[in-house]
């Protein structure tokens, strides 16, 4: 019987999986910054503020609202998107406790 060979690993490794994925792309991450920086909710193109054409931000969206990390609204043609304050909060907390879960003191290079 197959199973999915994530579940041998515990939820809060399973949970930083998933926002590291998404935050693997720095178009991803300028999304974030900017979505960050405007203090509040966007409607409009995104594409405008990204480097990118208007299909590859959209796909961007995708994964960022997969995540969690950001929510997006339809008005009419518009999408008005917010980043989740929450999901936001949760990241950090995920973060702060696995980067301090590697005890940087014992490691050595490799000779």
């Not at 995540?67 to 043609?77: H, K, R």
């Not at 907390?93 to 014992?106: H, R, V, Y």
């Amino acid at each position: 019987m197959a199973f999915n060979k994530k579940e041998l690993f515990s939820k809060d490794l399973q949970d930083c999986s998933i926002m590291f994925k998404a935050l693997a792309h720095p178009a991803r991450l300028a999304i974030l910054k900017f979505l960050a920086e405007t203090k509040t909710c966007f409607t409009g193109d995104l594409a405008d503020e990204i480097p990118l054409g208007r299909t590859t931000v959209n796909q961007h969206l995708q994964e960022l609202r997969n995540a969690g990390l950001i929510q997006g609204t339809t008005e009419g043609v518009k999408t008005c998107y917010c980043l989740d304050g929450i999901k936001v909060q949760e990241l950090k907390k995920l973060s702060e406790k696995f980067l301090s879960d590697i005890d940087t003191d014992m490691i050595n290079e490799c000779k």
